[in-house]
């Protein structure tokens, strides 16, 4: 998928950050996202992750005063058998 989004983004002129790692490495509060997205605080945002990630994004976004209608997101949670 990493090619696909890749092309979209080189189409579109956007930019792409791959994040790997644990959340002790990219721990996501507005501190750490403004320093790889300077823009942030002025940018859209969508997110799809995992409930407690896509929580903590917003959280960011919410402290640099990014709007809720300037917020996309999709949480998902995974599932034991």
Do not use: W
């Not at 403004?34 to 959280?59: A, E, H, M, W």
């Amino acid at each position: 998928m990493r090619d696909e989004l890749d092309y979209l983004a080189e189409q579109k002129g956007a930019r792409i950050h791959y994040l790997i790692g644990p959340r002790s490495l990219h721990p996501m509060d507005a501190k750490y996202i403004q320093k790889i997205v300077p823009t942030f605080r002025d940018s859209d945002v969508y997110i799809c992750g995992p409930t407690p990630l896509v929580n903590t994004v917003r959280d960011a976004a919410h402290d640099v005063g990014i709007p809720k209608n300037r917020f996309h997101d999709e949480a998902f949670a995974f599932h034991g058998e």
